[in-house]
């Protein structure tokens, strides 16, 4: 059964209303709701746009907010803050609406809906660009790349930039370039006193270190400005498929490949079933740097076992972006665990290769993201981001159609969890499931007791909690 640790017990608790177990829809709790005024669209159940502003990636998620604002602007979003405050309600906040443990949505409660918000403009001469909150990764890459110009963002590419950024942002350039949140010079964001404040390396430089990392605890971001670097257009990367009796010798070559190359070569692993329903292995690499260079780097891997398909090529760094696409479609079932693995022992391989074997969907892959480069070497107090080092973010996604399936892919996913756990080292906040509450400090570390603390200074009294929460001081 899916534990949805969100539904139960949050909600819209007017203080004309009480006691809070009386049904949520009284008049007077109606009344109360149509006086939130934007210049967006306020929703509510039953009216069109409704049911489709509330649906996340995570098909499993089905919560029902009272209201659903879509905010155009920062001062949309006040008055959400200040509406919320007033009435006592639990808010959420959307921007991609990625997030497996689907934090974007409330139940009963305002969710501040900003996927609509999506300008961005690129600053050429300073290498640099703004994006508001409901911009996604493909958009922003179109946008910069038409420039020749990039930034680290992600590997799926309908994934909301902001959320990405809050939480982190592993992707392709993090070698080279850092994480997103190394990234971003500065923030507009919304406080929970319903302050609009500039954050950056002068104006409330511990905000600005705190939502390097820190997800959405701080405030709402209605602004992000990045910096920006030359790049591309094009770089030389694919996948290479292996049938399964390999996977082992594969994945000790690629463990030290992976480790082997310059900060410009990232190669990603990891098991899926291929479009004709074969289990393989793959390897993944993209090389980052002048094409020109790409195949002596490259040569190792390819030369490597005997592949059932190598598709290198020189690409489009967009068609890189996308590369996963196939692998995550939206409004599934999922259900998902994470965790940092130091080292791809052949310990942590020998459960992996019994566990894929008993896979009950064949929708879900198991992935390796390897975290290396400037990514790793940035000191780990530099911003909020926790668990820096050469490592690799390991993903069990469950994937699949059928409700009735639940209990059997949730299951193997918790055995399959509970065997290689105690084989971690930390975990990245953004991939932190829906019964993941617990592991919050898990994924901070060191940097856990400063972030309580500036979050009892921003928002002492957890105005902001539907995130993966970090409770004030
Ligand atoms: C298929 C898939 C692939 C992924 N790949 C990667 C990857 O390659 N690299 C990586 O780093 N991560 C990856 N992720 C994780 C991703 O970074 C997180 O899911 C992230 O939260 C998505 O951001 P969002 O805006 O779409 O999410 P939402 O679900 O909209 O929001 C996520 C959280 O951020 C908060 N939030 C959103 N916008 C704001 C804002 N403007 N101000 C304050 N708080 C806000 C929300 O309240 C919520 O708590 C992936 C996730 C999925 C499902």
């Not at 609009?196 to 971001?221: E, M, Q, S, T």
């Not at 190792?300 to 592949?307: D, E, S």
């Not at 975990?427 to 400063?450: C, I, K, P, Q, W």
Request: negative net charge; glycine residues 8%.
């Amino acid at each position: 059964m899916f534990l949805d640790t969100k539904s139960p017990n949050l909600g819209y608790y007017p203080t004309c209303c009480l006691p809070s177990f009386l049904p949520l829809k009284t008049n007077c709790m109606q009344t109360e709701l149509r006086q939130l005024k934007i210049n967006g669209t306020v929703l509510e159940a039953g009216d069109a746009g409704y049911d489709n502003a509330r649906k996340v990636w995570n098909g499993m998620i089905d919560r029902k907010p009272a209201l659903i604002a879509q905010c155009t602007s920062a001062d949309d979003i006040r008055e959400c803050v200040r509406f919320a405050k007033k009435n006592n309600m639990i808010v959420s906040v959307k921007g991609g609406g990625h997030n497996v443990a689907g934090n974007a949505v409330c139940e009963a409660g305002l969710m501040i809906d900003l996927s609509k918000m999506k300008e961005i403009r690129v600053d050429i001469a300073n290498k640099t660009a703004t994006a508001e909150p409901g911009v996604i990764l493909r958009e922003f890459d179109a946008a910069t790349i038409a420039n020749g110009l990039a930034t680290t963002g992600g590997t799926v590419s309908d994934t909301g930039l902001a959320g990405l950024t809050l939480g982190g942002g592993l992707g392709w350039l993090m070698g080279k370039y850092g994480i997103t949140a190394d990234n971003l010079l500065s923030a507009e964001m919304v406080l929970a006193n319903g302050d609009k404040v500039k954050v950056d390396k002068d104006n409330h430089p511990d905000l600005y270190w705190a939502i390097r990392g820190g997800g959405g605890n701080f405030g709402i971001v209605s602004k992000f400005e990045y910096q920006l670097y030359s790049f591309g257009p094009n770089v030389v990367a694919g996948m290479i498929l292996y049938p399964m009796d390999q996977a082992k010798a594969v994945m000790q070559f690629y463990r030290d490949y992976a480790r082997s190359v310059p900060d410009e070569l990232m190669a990603y692993s990891g098991f899926i079933v291929s479009p004709d329903g074969l289990p393989v292995t793959f390897v993944l690499p993209a090389w980052l740097g002048d094409v020109k260079d790409a195949e002596k780097h490259l040569a190792p891997i390819r030369a490597f076992g005997t592949p059932l398909a190598d598709m290198i090529a020189e690409i489009p760094y967009t068609a890189l972006q996308s590369i996963l696409d196939a692998a995550a479609p939206a409004g599934i079932r999922r259900y998902w665990k994470s965790g940092y693995f130091t080292e791809l022992s052949d310990e942590l391989l020998d459960i992996v290769l019994k566990y894929i074997a008993t896979r009950p969907s064949p929708m879900s892959p198991v992935l390796f993201f390897h975290m290396r480069g400037v990514a790793a070497r940035t000191a780990t107090e530099a911003t909020a981001f926790g668990n820096r080092r050469d490592q690799w973010d390991s993903d069990i996604i469950s994937q699949w159609l059928d409700a009735a399936d639940d209990e059997k892919n949730i299951s193997w996913t918790r055995s399959f969890w509970k065997e290689i756990e105690p084989l971690t080292n930390g975990v990245y906040v953004n991939h932190l499931g829906s019964d993941d509450d617990t592991r919050v400090a898990n994924a901070y570390g060191a940097n856990f007791e400063r972030l309580k603390a500036i979050k009892k200074k921003y928002d002492p009294d957890n105005f902001f909690k539907m995130n993966n929460n970090i409770k004030p001081a």
